[in-house]
């Protein structure tokens, strides 16, 4: 493991604090993935952490396991199924997620509302020679404006909604802190 998030960074982030009761474990890789980081209470897995020279990525979950090698069912029909790599990555992680590369692309999104409060692809910037993955978060918590923690906040917080839409709907999209856009879908 090459970098981890302090709890402070993931408060700035969205994503919540690794609590003191939570037990760190390696999850071992296989063949496409590299090993991991799992966060437990007691036997329901809470976070999952994927560090590498080359990207950082966090997603939440709340997964209740056998012995933390068994994850069991949601429901009734389903099948439990050892632990692995493999099928964590089969399962849906829920609340807010952040992801980042050593080129600084950031990208932070709520799996839960199926939104994204931020992503670096969204900006105008120019390439940095800088490759380590702990100045772009530094960089990110930097440059974000004085009211981001409320910000973060309300988007961590926000219920999903469905949306029913017709043909000639306007939709309102928050692209960046600064540029609203306003685009009109048509649907045939």
């Given amino acids: 493991m090459i970098f981890e998030l302090s709890n402070t960074e993931r408060e700035y982030l969205g994503l919540d604090k690794v609590k003191p009761n939570w037990e760190k474990v390696i999850l071992k890789g296989d063949t496409y993935r590299e090993s991991s980081i799992l966060y437990f209470e007691d036997i329901t897995i809470?976070?999952?952490i994927i560090s590498?020279?080359?990207q950082y990525v966090e997603y939440q979950y709340d997964e209740l396991t056998k012995n933390r090698e068994i994850i069991l069912p949601k429901t009734t029909k389903g099948k439990e199924q050892k632990?692995?790599?493999s099928v964590l990555s089969t399962k849906t992680?829920?609340?807010v997620y952040f992801s980042?590369?050593?080129f600084g692309y950031l990208l932070i999104g709520n799996?839960?509302?199926k939104t994204t409060f931020y992503s670096?692809?969204?900006e105008d910037k120019k390439q940095k020679p800088e490759n380590k993955l702990n100045f772009w978060v530094d960089d990110f918590i930097k440059n974000s404006d004085e009211n981001h923690i409320e910000q973060i906040n309300t988007f961590k917080n926000t219920k999903k909604k469905n949306v029913k839409y017709k043909s000639g709907d306007f939709f309102h999209t928050k692209l960046t802190e600064k540029i609203m856009v306003?685009?009109?879908f048509y649907l045939t």
Avoid: C, Q
Wanted: no cysteine; glycine share 4%; charged share 20%.
């Fill in 83 to 85: 632990l692995t790599a």
């Fill in 120 to 122: 670096s692809f969204w």
């Fill in 52 to 54: 590498s020279s080359t």
């Fill in 46 to 48: 809470k976070k999952h």
């Fill in 100 to 102: 980042l590369n050593k």
């Fill in 182 to 184: 306003l685009e009109e």
């Fill in 93 to 95: 992680p829920i609340g």
């Fill in 111 to 113: 799996h839960t509302t």
